[in-house]
Every structure is written in structure tokens, then in C-alpha cells.
């Protein structure tokens, strides 16, 4: 069997969203499973002196554009939040949570969680809306909330980011493969020639 | 007549390089001119913040790679310079000085330029061999030279610069396609895409 790749999103991160999207059909058509690990872009942003696109002048109106264009070309639903960037601690311990269990659940949550917020404009940084995501999908309503504050998933978590830094991640999403990495949502043609040819 | 394209970019900006390969033949496939702005990074970063690939903690260790990659990919020859990045005044008003009486032939320097940097390892930030290449595409070596500490070209340089910046250029490179921004080699695709349907 083939390395799984490895793959880092942020839950406020819009090409993050778009690479979710998208990850596991890439992946499965050349027998790759994906691992998903969700990270806080704010942590290791302070490693690399980067800020979040939408603050960078200049940039940040083009980013803005740019993720629109992005989904309309994907085809992906998208309303760009009013409140953005948000931080992303509470869907990522749920997640993690989650994971702990079973991790195509846990892949689910963070589609769900990525979609109420850049579709329906949830606040997913928000405990409540966290915990009520998991609980429409059948998790316990009160163990997700208890997830989020709960020292475990908190060490969990900042494990995940940072593992990420050890492994040169500096953005969302980044993905690895065997031992390759990938950067950004507008590298999955690359990603899936690499997939297919083995790299170069 | 479509309008024609508008293409920013840096003589030390490897992707800018990589852009300045395939930029006219892409736009020549859909009957459009390109317009080439040299600009320098520099002063744009100053702007927003930003600070050169190789020198931001873990994205520089990518960007080295990413690179090679990416020039392997495109099959464009290409090695990476040991002093890097380079103060690039010199060659961009050199090619101002040349585009003042032939904009095909200002092309063609600063594809040469490019060349020289990324292929043949020169030093193109030095006056001495910015100069030297204009004299090997039939240009006058002294008047390059000169025109390199001429206020007419510091003025023009400037210019650019301050244009590129109000027209929402943050990167190198960088093509606004009618108005439609574009920024990175890795959006290629995404604008012959553009050129075909006018956009989605």
C-alpha cells in the first residue's frame, strides 16, 4: 500500500475549504488514503512573521477576490464570512476528538464544520456552534463541548501544529506527499501529477 | 483588438522568470499583446509587508524547492543563483532605456537578462553586466551604462513601480488580463482558462 498523504488545513482558511473538497477524490483515484490534521495557522504564523492574507495590504484584496474566483471556478459553494479570519481552536478539538474514535467521522465534522461556515456563515469559532455541528452528526452534544476546554485535546491539538512546523507546513492547505511537499489549493494538478507520474 | 495583457515582474523573481518563458505565447494563442513592467519587489514589500521567499522561516526551505520544481516541471532551464535575491534596478532601467525606442527589443533584454541570472549564474544586479548583455543584443554599452544612474530612467523606474502599486501588484509575477488580476506562474492555467471564456 502507498504512503497516505498528509494533509493540513486550518478551519479558517478558504483554500483550506476548497482542498477538503476536493482531497480524498484526488487521493483515492491513484489508492491513497488522506490523513487530516487540523492546524492553527495563527501558531505558526509566528514562526514564520507571515499574517493572514486578508491583513496584508494589497494582498488582502486580491486574496478576497481571489477566493471567490477560486470557488466559482471549483464549482464550490462559498460566502466569504463577515467575520474573518476566526480562530479555529473549538472545531479543531472536536475534530480531534472525534478522530479519537474514527477518523472518516472525523473527516465528515470538518467538511460540515467548513461548510456551515463558508456556506451558511456559522461562527464556527464559537463553542456552542462547534459542539452543535457534532451533535447533528449524531456525536454527543455535551462531550464535544467537554472536548474543546479539556486538557487532553488542547495537548492534542497543539501536538498537530506542532508537527506541522516540524514538518515545514507554513500555510493551509499544505499537503505532503511521500515525503513531497505542496502548497496551496491552486497546487492540486500538480499534486495529482506527482500522484500519477511519481515526480520529476 | 482585445486590450492587451499587463505583466509585472522583478529581474531577481525566479517565477517571474518562469512567467517571462511562457507570457507572450500564452497571450499570442488568444490574439493578445503583453505589456512588460519591470518592477522591483523592494519597494512593493515596503508597501505591504512582506519580505523576499528565501527569507521567511520555513516558506524559504519550500520556495528553493518549489522552484527547481517548478522549473522542471515547465521545462525551463534554471539554476539557482548563489547570491539571491539581487537589488534589480539596474536591468529593469536598462530594459526602460530600450523600450523608449523598441518595446520588442526590451522583451527580448530582459528574457536575456533572466537568462543570464538564472541559467548562466551572472550577477545582473551589477551595472557592468546589465549593461553587457544590451551590448550583446547590438545596443550601445555606454549608453546602457549611462542610462542606469540617469534620473530620465530612475524617474520612469519609479513610475512603474508606483503604477504597479496602484494597480494592486503585490508579487512578481503578476498579469492583469481586462482588469482581472492574476498573481503567480502557478496561475498559468487559470488565465489561459480566462483568455478562452472571458472569465466565469
Known amino acids: 500500500m502507498p504512503a497516505p498523504l498528509e494533509f493540513y488545513f486550518d478551519f479558517s482558511s478558504p483554500y483550506g475549504y476548497f482542498a477538503a473538497e476536493r482531497i480524498d477524490a484526488?487521493?483515492?483515484?491513484?489508492?491513497r488514503a488522506v490523513n487530516w490534521h487540523p492546524v492553527l495557522l495563527g501558531a505558526i504564523f509566528k514562526q514564520t512573521g507571515m499574517a493572514p492574507l486578508?491583513?496584508?495590504?494589497?494582498?488582502g484584496e486580491y486574496s478576497t477576490?481571489?477566493?471567490?474566483?477560486?470557488?466559482?471556478?471549483?464549482?464550490?459553494?462559498?460566502v466569504m464570512p463577515?467575520?474573518?479570519p476566526i480562530a479555529s481552536q473549538a472545531p479543531a478539538r472536536v475534530m480531534l476528538w472525534i478522530a479519537g474514535h474514527n477518523a472518516e467521522a472525523a473527516k465528515?465534522?470538518?467538511k460540515v464544520a467548513y461548510r456551515a461556515f463558508y456556506v451558511?456563515?456559522?461562527?464556527?469559532?464559537?463553542p456552542d456552534t462547534a459542539a452543535a455541528l457534532a451533535a447533528g452528526l449524531g456525536h454527543?452534544?455535551?462531550?464535544?463541548?467537554?472536548?474543546?476546554?479539556d486538557p487532553l485535546f488542547k495537548a492534542a491539538l497543539k501536538s498537530e501544529v506542532e508537527q506541522a512546523i516540524a514538518n515545514g507546513v507554513?500555510?493551509?492547505?499544505?499537503?505532503?506527499?511521500?515525503?513531497?511537499?505542496?502548497?496551496?489549493v491552486d497546487r492540486l494538478a500538480m499534486m495529482e501529477e506527482w500522484l500519477k507520474t511519481g515526480g520529476w
Open 120 to 126: 451558511d456563515g456559522f461562527d464556527i469559532s464559537k
Open 54 to 59: 486578508t491583513q496584508i495590504p494589497i494582498k
Open 140 to 149: 454527543d452534544r455535551n462531550a464535544a463541548m467537554a472536548a474543546i476546554d
Open 82 to 84: 463577515t467575520t474573518f
Open 65 to 78: 477576490l481571489d477566493f471567490s474566483r477560486t470557488a466559482r471556478h471549483m464549482k464550490i459553494p462559498f
Open 170 to 184: 507554513f500555510g493551509s492547505p499544505f499537503v505532503i506527499i511521500d515525503g513531497e511537499p505542496f502548497w496551496g
Open 26 to 31: 484526488l487521493a483515492g483515484k491513484y489508492d
Open 108 to 110: 465528515a465534522y470538518a
